[in-house]
């Protein structure tokens, strides 16, 4: 399974979703822009877009919800350890998750969704997130130097509208 993600504005993405009643689209939107993913184990239908092997899965895409993109840079020898660190995440409270392994960039995502901003901003406090997704080596059970993140993670949080 395949996810490929491309950014415009809402209305412009809801048209591209809306000429595809068949394949599997999540819209989301933040204040700043909109994003399409679109989940095949085809082709995609868009034109330019970031593209992403799904290597776990779990749980159906909603139709609402609050979804939280971690953005991971990962070196290439720290992405083994990486995969089988962060596949713990899997059924921790989200509605649903997708692991996704970048095709063309060292950047993984781990997109979350959940119920609302709140069940998420909960689970950021608890020790399961922070051992997730810290720079601290030592949580992933790493005793060597070898540099597992090429730089800092980040977030973006998006609300699926519809």
């Known amino acids: 399974m395949y996810i490929y993600i491309?950014?415009?504005?809402?209305?412009f993405l809801r048209i591209i979703k809306?000429?595809?009643?068949?394949?599997?689209f999540l819209l989301m939107e933040n204040m700043e822009h909109a994003l399409l993913l679109h989940e095949t184990?085809?082709?995609t239908v868009f034109k330019t877009s970031r593209n992403y092997e799904v290597f776990?899965?779990?749980?159906?895409?909603?139709?609402?919800?609050?979804?939280?993109?971690?953005h991971v840079p990962i070196t290439e020898e720290g992405k083994p350890l990486f995969e089988h660190h962060i596949k713990k995440l899997l059924g921790l409270?989200?509605?649903?998750?997708?692991m996704l392994r970048p095709l063309k960039s060292n950047v993984y995502i781990i997109l979350t969704?959940?119920?609302?901003?709140?069940?998420?901003?909960t689970w950021q406090m608890t020790k399961t997130y922070n051992e997730a997704f810290s720079?601290?080596?030592?949580?992933?059970?790493?005793t060597t130097t070898?540099?597992?993140?090429s730089s800092n993670p980040y977030i973006s949080t998006y609300f699926i509208k519809e």
Do not use: C, Q
């Not at 969704?113 to 901003?121: D, P, S, V």
């Not at 070898?146 to 993140?149: H, Q, R, S």
């Open 146 to 149: 070898a540099n597992l993140f």
């Open 135 to 142: 720079m601290d080596k030592s949580n992933l059970g790493v």
């Open 113 to 121: 969704i959940w119920e609302n901003e709140l069940a998420f901003k």
């Open 18 to 24: 809306e000429k595809h009643p068949n394949d599997s």
């Open 41 to 43: 184990n085809g082709v």
């Open 56 to 70: 776990e899965s779990n749980g159906p895409i909603p139709e609402k919800g609050f979804v939280a993109l971690n």
């Open 93 to 98: 409270g989200m509605n649903s998750i997708r």
């Open 6 to 11: 491309t950014t415009g504005t809402y209305e």
